[in-house]
């Protein structure tokens, strides 16, 4: 702003000078009666014309010029005046100028309240960073050594995150002091938060190493046990297809023996497979089958289990032939876990029934139960790994907490959905969705079906955890 100053005041002595030139000429002529010519006096006229011209195009040329000036003047005062920074500038400890953001800082919402006043009014020195000798240097506004420090001091002696610069600067020969406040608070918060998600995700590797060396043991464990608990159940056969001399085929501790091996291979087999969908190794081989003899076949498999409980089973179905591509080894698993819950929950005299609905594009598998059902709370529970809405010791059936988590696995590895809508003593609802076939594709569906002997194992494994029930040999 000076320097434009400096130049209107050129530009005006320039007017003025040609303005007194010419008004000394018609002084000297009147004065010394001077009689020119009419060419002295064109001459004359042409050159105060000219001289007129030449401040005219000046006057415009200074003006381009001046604007330019303070343009450029304007901006960079907006830029230190609207910067995020703070700024502010004092000599001799007393404030000449802040910008808004120094001036919030102090507190204040007009810079003119603090221009003029000591520095130490508002800020407390740290002496240990400062300096007795800098100190000193600046009271007396002289030159000093540059400045950084971490930390601002009000002078209630509230502490402020900040990033302070000060340096000399010399304006007219006098010297100033400049301070720049940066704040570091989001900049100590990115730091901490790149700290926290380093310990996070060293913790998650940690974390994924002792879950796969857990894995590993489980695998290995569930094999090791299941070797020679597969030669008992085998020597068990064995000893059933003899003669009843040897061991009758009524004898209670015999099947209470083959009760609790299967008991133990169910288990066994629950956390092998459980490994392997968490390594991702489980492999299903899907092949496309009419999904209603297949959930029919697998409820009429266990009718005599189910009414030995003095429990009424039914199946019922809106459509005949539905194909779908599924694992069939899995299906029989998934519907055998659901029956198996719904008659270790249901008791004496109750009902389930076994839905089948046609959705077109989608078929609707309903397996209900009229039993104790479950809590609002828990039913979002009753899908998690290793979570048992009965945890007491006296609960009257045997469970991991595993089946209806490989279920819900098995359901969605076959590109379906598993629900669960439950009322609290009036009993529980599943609904697995599983997407239909193309009626159009050219490949026929599979008609094999499990074997009988086969199927009669596969539902006494399944059931094999629920007490005061006969398992068929």
């Not at 005219?56 to 003047?73: D, F, H, P, Q, W």
């Not at 506004?141 to 400045?147: I, K, S």
């Not at 539905?322 to 519907?335: A, F, G, L, P, Q």
């Not at 709370?377 to 998690?384: P, Q, S, V, Y």
Request: proline share 1%; hydrophobic share 40%; aromatic share 8%.
């Amino acid at each position: 702003m000076i320097r434009i100053q400096k130049v209107d005041q050129q530009r005006t002595i320039i007017f003025s000078l040609i303005n007194c030139l010419s008004i000394l000429l018609g002084l000297i002529c009147y004065c010394y009666q001077i009689k020119l010519n009419n060419i002295t006096v064109v001459s004359v006229g042409i050159l105060l014309l000219i001289l007129n011209i030449l401040s005219v195009i000046i006057s415009i040329k200074m003006k381009a010029y001046t604007n330019g000036i303070e343009e450029r003047l304007c901006m960079f005062e907006e830029i230190v005046e609207e910067s995020p920074n703070a700024i502010f500038v004092h000599r001799k400890l007393e404030f000449k100028y802040l910008n808004k953001k120094a001036t919030e800082l102090f507190g204040l919402k007009n810079s003119k309240n603090i221009i003029g006043k000591p520095v130490e009014n508002f800020v407390k020195f740290n002496m240990d960073a400062v300096g007795q000798k800098r100190y000193d240097a600046v009271k007396e506004a002289r030159n000093f050594e540059p400045l950084v420090e971490e930390v601002f001091f009000r002078e209630n002696g509230k502490i402020i995150d900040m990033e302070i610069f000060s340096n000399n600067i010399e304006v007219k020969g006098n010297n100033y002091a400049l301070v720049l406040c940066r704040n570091v608070i989001e900049k100590k918060k990115i730091l901490e938060l790149k700290e926290k998600i380093y310990l996070e995700e060293k913790k998650l590797r940690e974390k994924i190493q002792h879950d796969r060396i857990k894995d590993e043991f489980f695998a290995n464990l569930s094999h090791e046990l299941r070797t020679p608990l597969t030669i008992i159940l085998g020597t068990m056969q064995l000893f059933e297809n003899t003669s009843e001399a040897i061991i009758p085929k009524k004898n209670k501790r015999f099947k209470t023996l083959k009760q609790n091996g299967y008991r133990l291979l169910r288990l066994i087999n629950n956390l092998i497979d459980i490994t392997k969908i968490d390594s991702g190794y489980f492999d299903i081989n899907m092949d496309k089958y009419n999904i209603v003899s297949v959930v029919e076949e697998i409820t009429s498999s266990v009718i005599d289990y189910v009414e030995n409980k003095g429990l009424y089973i039914e199946f019922d179905t809106e459509v005949e032939e539905k194909i779908v591509n599924c694992h069939i080894e899995s299906m029989d698993r998934i519907i055998l876990n659901l029956l198996s819950n719904a008659v270790k929950f249901t008791p004496e005299g109750g009902r389930i029934v076994v839905n089948i609905f046609d959705e077109v594009d989608n078929v609707k598998i309903v397996v209900k139960d009229t039993g104790i059902g479950i809590k609002e709370e828990n039913i979002n529970l009753i899908f998690d790994r290793f979570r048992q809405v009965d945890k007491s010791f006296t609960r009257n059936h045997e469970g991991s907490g595993i089946g209806l988590s490989i279920v819900k696995s098995l359901v969605e590895m076959q590109g379906g959905t598993i629900s669960l809508s439950s009322e609290y003593g009036k009993g529980s609802e599943f609904v697995i969705t599983l997407p239909v076939e193309d009626e159009f594709t050219n490949q026929s569906a599979n008609l094999t079906m499990e074997k009988g002997d086969y199927m009669k194992q596969k539902v006494n494994i399944e059931f094999s955890d629920i007490y005061n029930l006969k398992l068929e040999c």
